[in-house]
């Protein structure tokens, strides 16, 4: 970047977010579905699409509210939790809404915080709103100890605290109790939101709640939620919210005008309506990680326990070494997490034994 641009000081030398991208045969980094959306849903989507087209010369719906609608039917549905679309907010992914938070609750003088290891894009909503940054530690376990949040939160008095369950890169669920005492803790320290961003929930083990459960009462919770995982829909660019109406009007004054394309609008009701068809390949999924994590754990590797599409493990002397022998393998997983550790996406049964032979051969011959 030119020295000659007025950049701000805090982003000279930063670079863009974005995973190494590479063409090779297994691409198990960024824990996409690796299953397209089935042909019906291909066929509703481009129906819907072109029948958007047909009014491209309007604006579209600014509040989304039929849009909303579906998604607090849909949320609903995976919760338990009866909603209205006025507990709903959308825009072009979980990113853009958790931007959206930090603009309306974070800002100069104010801090957000979390707790590592955790997800790479949270300080950077915080760098780009001007909100200092804050970072406890998870416990061993990869769990936000309560006792170790409260201590923090006082300290600090946070406005924002992100909390990702299942976390990544770990995988790890809260329980509600955690997040109930994290709720309680930004009481009179701060009165912060306190942000459960569940990507993952919909490949959560059976009996692991969801934090839209917690809900009611809680006036500054809120829960989010993408289409881009478990819904096979990361290029639809449709993420989510659910928590009380003021919050969500709070959302409604700093999102840019029109910020959700009639298309987008359009296209991600389509594929609501499709949601069985959708969420059909998550319960393999689901299994397949099970059994990867056996598969690990059985080759000598240390494994954390996951609730999401994704594993981590190890530990390595040099993870460098290894992430990069099993791309030079075909083979592209993401070197992320704590020193040693790394993470797989859960992909196709092919591709899974894809990386396990290649994992297997590459400790066999050594890393250099
Ligand atoms: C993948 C991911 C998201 C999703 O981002 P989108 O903008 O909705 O695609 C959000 N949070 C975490 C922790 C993730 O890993």
């Given at each position: 970047?030119?020295?000659?641009?007025?950049?701000?000081?805090?982003?000279?030398?930063?670079?863009?977010?974005?995973?190494?991208?590479?063409?090779?045969?297994?691409?198990?980094?960024?824990?996409?579905n690796?299953?397209?959306?089935?042909?019906?849903?291909?066929?509703?989507?481009?129906?819907?699409?072109?029948?958007?087209?047909?009014?491209?010369?309007?604006?579209?719906?600014?509040?989304?509210?039929?849009?909303?609608?579906?998604?607090?039917?849909?949320?609903?549905?995976?919760?338990?939790?009866?909603?209205?679309?006025?507990?709903?907010?959308?825009?072009?992914?979980?990113?853009?809404?958790?931007?959206?938070?930090l603009?309306?609750?974070?800002?100069?003088?104010?801090?957000a915080?979390?707790?590592?290891?955790?997800?790479?894009?949270?300080?950077?909503?915080?760098?780009?709103?001007?909100?200092?940054?804050?970072?406890?530690?998870?416990?061993?376990?990869?769990?936000?100890?309560?006792?170790?949040?409260?201590?923090?939160?006082a300290?600090?008095?946070?406005s924002?605290?992100?909390?990702?369950?299942?976390?990544?890169?770990?995988?790890?669920?809260?329980?509600?109790?955690?997040?109930?005492?994290?709720?309680?803790?930004?009481?009179?320290?701060?009165?912060?939101?306190?942000?459960?961003?569940?990507?993952?929930?919909?490949?959560?083990?059976?009996?692991?709640?969801?934090?839209?459960?917690?809900?009611?009462?809680?006036?500054?919770?809120?829960?989010?939620?993408?289409?881009?995982?478990?819904?096979?829909?990361?290029?639809?660019?449709?993420?989510?919210?659910?928590?009380?109406?003021?919050?969500?009007?709070?959302?409604?004054?700093?999102?840019?005008?029109?910020?959700?394309?009639?298309?987008?609008?359009?296209?991600?009701?389509?594929?609501?309506?499709?949601?069985?068809?959708?969420?059909?390949?998550?319960?393999?999924?689901?299994?397949?990680?099970?059994?990867?994590?056996?598969?690990?754990?059985?080759?000598?590797?240390?494994?954390?326990?996951?609730?999401?599409?994704?594993?981590?493990?190890?530990?390595?002397p040099?993870?460098?070494?290894?992430?990069?022998?099993?791309?030079?393998?075909?083979?592209?997983i993401?070197?992320?997490?704590?020193?040693?550790?790394?993470?797989?996406?859960?992909?196709?049964?092919?591709?899974?034994?894809?990386?396990?032979?290649?994992?297997?051969a590459?400790?066999?011959?050594?890393?250099?």
């Amino acid at each position: 970047m030119s020295s000659a641009l007025p950049l701000r000081p805090e982003l000279v030398g930063q670079l863009p977010y974005g995973a190494p991208r590479a063409s090779v045969p297994v691409v198990l980094n960024v824990n996409e579905n690796p299953y397209p959306p089935a042909p019906v849903v291909v066929t509703a989507v481009g129906r819907a699409a072109a029948a958007a087209a047909a009014t491209l010369n309007r604006y579209p719906d600014r509040d989304a509210d039929d849009l909303r609608a579906d998604l607090a039917s849909y949320l609903s549905g995976d919760t338990g939790v009866v909603l209205t679309a006025a507990q709903l907010w959308a825009a072009n992914g979980s990113n853009e809404v958790m931007l959206q938070l930090l603009q309306a609750f974070g800002g100069p003088g104010r801090t957000a915080c979390s707790f590592a290891p955790t997800y790479s894009m949270y300080p950077e909503y915080a760098r780009d709103t001007n909100t200092a940054w804050v970072l406890g530690q998870r416990a061993e376990d990869f769990t936000v100890d309560p006792v170790a949040a409260a201590a923090l939160i006082a300290v600090h008095r946070p406005s924002v605290v992100l909390l990702a369950s299942p976390n990544n890169p770990t995988g790890t669920a809260l329980s509600p109790d955690t997040v109930r005492s994290v709720y309680d803790a930004t009481a009179g320290n701060g009165d912060g939101v306190v942000v459960v961003d569940e990507a993952y929930a919909e490949f959560r083990r059976p009996g692991v709640p969801s934090a839209v459960a917690l809900l009611a009462g809680r006036p500054r919770l809120a829960v989010v939620r993408t289409m881009s995982k478990a819904f096979a829909f990361a290029g639809g660019r449709l993420g989510y919210l659910a928590g009380a109406p003021e919050l969500v009007d709070a959302l409604r004054v700093v999102r840019l005008p029109y910020h959700l394309s009639a298309i987008t609008q359009a296209v991600a009701r389509a594929a609501l309506a499709h949601a069985d068809v959708l969420l059909e390949r998550v319960v393999e999924l689901r299994t397949s990680r099970d059994a990867m994590a056996v598969a690990l754990r059985a080759a000598g590797l240390t494994v954390a326990d996951s609730d999401a599409n994704f594993l981590l493990f190890g530990t390595f002397p040099d993870r460098h070494a290894v992430w990069q022998s099993m791309l030079d393998a075909g083979v592209l997983i993401r070197e992320v997490g704590p020193p040693g550790w790394l993470r797989v996406s859960i992909g196709t049964p092919d591709e899974n034994r894809a990386f396990l032979d290649a994992l297997a051969a590459v400790r066999r011959v050594g890393t250099p």
